[in-house]
């Protein structure tokens, strides 16, 4: 039974994908920060695989520290999906306050770096690390500079760790636009009922799991079109 590591995977992108590995006899790590959330997320998990479910934040060492520990000696997939918006509505930099950065540079680039510097000794020849991104890690968005930001610098350590670890394959996946809580959040007031679900989605991270892509910057609904 493969082991996989999976952050923020209460709802959304991370309770979907959660989902199909699930279904195909993955045993699941997953943290939330929601207690609530995180428990009806394991309950229906835990009916199609097993599940270990550890509330906390990424930030916090002790919480990483756990997730590693409870996946044991061999860890075959690491998904980095938790992220942090920011304030909303997302001010312009000018008027960002620094402790808000250095909340969102907290859990989108240095968390995801320090999990990956724990499981790293655990990840065999050919296991996957997925990094979570975005087209605003790219595109000049205005109101988006933090986050944003902090994407263009978890697209960069994602490629030098390619680079690093040629054995395993290291990707940054946008999963585009999706119908979530922090897509909302980005856009407060508007109906975003337009959005395709974040299932829309878990077919490009598939094929990157179950696949043989080399390690790069992907976009997932490239990935489905190209399955």
Known sequence: MPTAIITGASRGLGLALARALAADGWRLIIDARGSGALQRATTELSALSEVVAIPGDVCDPAHRTELVEAAGDRIDLLVNNASHLGPSPQPALQDLALDDLARILGVNVLA???????????????????????????????????????????EQLTAILAVEHPQLRV?????????????????????????????????????????????????????????
Request: negative net charge.
């Open 112 to 154: 995801p770096l320090a999990l990956i510097q724990l499981a790293l000794d655990r990840m065999p020849a050919g296991a996957t690390i997925i990094d979570v991104t975005s087209d605003a890690a790219v595109e000049a968005y205005g109101g988006w500079g933090g986050y944003g930001a902090s994407k263009a610098a978890l």
């Open 171 to 227: 990707h940054a996946v946008d999963p585009g636009d999706m119908n979530t809580a922090m897509h909302q959040a980005a856009f407060p007031g508007e109906d975003i009922s337009d959005r395709p679900p974040p299932e829309d989605s878990v077919p490009g991270l598939l094929a990157l799991i179950d696949g043989d892509v080399p390690s790069g910057r992907h976009r997932a609904h490239d990935l489905t079109a190209a399955a």
